[in-house]
């Protein structure tokens, strides 16, 4: 939607370096024009009763004048009675129209502001999920839900009140300003001039709010991210005693976005003080001529009247455009840090003409030629070197070798997850770079080493590989994955809530769900992760009899550190600092004496 409209820029800085300026020139609140433009007949309609409230209240003062002119002048007291409750039908008149109408403004703004917000909000999320994960290795994820949340807020503000506040105040100010400056011009051409001394002091301060207000927006989302990344590791937490330690961290946050957040709200109170004082003397300076002019009986006291409205309609108007600018002000680097995180581009996007997928029946067959790849976060130490391979349909290849040798950037580098420097990659004859990566991912099943469980029920987890299943299907993939016997165990068997992470779970029952999850998609490609590191020897023995019978027909790859789990690959190949440097199988590279034979050694006694 809206996401469309919006350029390409440099990465999102990473929080520790939020504070700093974007480098991109600030879009401010423009940046919300995309947003809006797809409800123009709504704004029209709340510039409708915006302008038709904001007519009411000036149209208030002359019907006071007529009251005070008109309704006391009569010969008799019949007539002047009579006068008098047209006069006040006149005035209960407008009262009427300006409640009718500020009904319908409220109305319409607060329905932009709330649908503004959420398609802003959608907008953001689906943007950041379809990031690479390169954008994830420099941005907190509670500073993304800070922007999500707190600077979606504020923009939800300002358009669903603060802005209709301040076009409605804006409008009744000038037409109150060209009301008195028709009745009284030469006053008035004073008093304006000086108003016009008083922007530029405004604009000054307003300026200190605006970055003031950025800094203070960074500091609360450090804040989110300290709590985000502690919250997901209590366990952590609480078994290093580190309690009081973290606690003391988001202390400090909270503590630097109270300083900065009190530094914002002195810069402002001066801003509105000085707008409140100077525009008070000035309309005071005019009220005061007023008065002079009725007592030399230049104008009447119905004028008199009207102008003292006009000037407190005018006064009052500028006190509330002094708040709304401050409201603005916020308003604009909450919008500079959503399309900041908007803008970002990640560097792995579909091809605007990928090549169709092909129909695979027996596997998929891999290539890669001579790939070179740096993850961005260590661009001077290669992940992998000159990497080559070929497997064949219906393959089973494992992947061997000490931590750190590259065997999961072999994985990434399938999913796409990131770009090669050098080389390429094919899957059936096409390179990866010229698939979608819809149909590149939809021909890959993966069980990570650590399970990902969704706060929702077993039936829906497994079903998330496949969202068409049936409940049939869903099942019968929990039974090949031997998770069937423990789910239908649980309170409300396949209904039952799993929890935030899946903690009503052991690690076992995790990783069968993944397993099950993987083998409902049903994919061409098997990548193996670990896939049984979080097994007891018993549950390991039935889940490996699982993925044997799902590797039938299909292309596996399998990254093990226990050896025992992958000795029956057609193929193992060893890595070590990113380099090929031993493939075999299991009894060739025992024969071999190199790395494989060591950490065979090591894990078999032999």
Known sequence: MATSSVSSVSPLPSSAASA?????????LSGLTPFLRPYRG????????????????????????????GGMGGAG????????????????????????????????????????????????????????????ETTQTGEVLS???????????????????????????????????????YLMVQVLGVLLLIVAPSVWFGRRVRKLSRASQDRVADSSAIAAEVLNAIPVVQSYTAEAREAARFDQSTTDAFITAIRRTKAR??????????TSAALLWGLYQGTQAVMRGDISAGHLGQTVVYVIILASSAAVLGEVYGDLLRAAGATERLMELLETRSPVTSPSNPVPAQVVRAGSAIKFKAVTFHYPSRPTQPALTDFSLSVAPGETVAIVGPSGAGKSTVFQLLLRF????????????????????????????LVPQDAVIFSTSALENIRYGKPEASDEEVKSAAQAAFAHEFITALPEGYDTFLGERGVRLSGGQRQRIAIARAMLKNSPLLLLDEATSALDAESERMVQAALESAMKGRTTLVIAHRLATVQQASRILVLDHGRLVEQGTHAELVRQGGIYARLAALQFNV
């Open 20 to 28: 700093a300026p974007a480098k991109a020139s600030p879009r401010s």
């Open 77 to 136: 007291k019949g007539e002047q009675l009579m006068a008098l409750r047209n006069h006040f039908f006149e005035l209960f008149g407008v009262a009427a129209a300006l409640g009718l109408f500020s009904a319908g403004r409220f109305y319409t703004v607060s329905w932009l502001g709330e649908r503004v917000t959420a398609d802003i909000r959608n907008a953001v999320y689906s943007h950041v999920v379809r990031q690479s994960p390169e954008f994830f």
């Open 269 to 278: 109170s001066v801003l509105v003080a000085f707008i409140i004082i100077a």
């Open 147 to 185: 922007r999500l949340t707190g600077d979606t807020t504020l923009v939800q503000t300002v358009v669903g009140s603060s802005l209709s506040m301040g076009l409605r105040n804006a409008v009744m100010g000038a037409g109150a300003l060209g009301m008195l400056v028709v009745t009284n011009p």
């Open 418 to 445: 990131y770009d090669p420097a050098s080389g390429r990659i094919e899957l059936d004859g096409v390179r990866t770079a010229d698939m979608s990566l819809q149909d590149l991912r939809g021909r890959i099943g």
């Open 42 to 69: 709504r704004i029209g309609l709340a510039v409708l009763f915006l302008v038709m409230a904001a007519i009411a209240t000036l149209v208030f003062p002359l019907a006071l004048r007529g009251l005070i002119d």
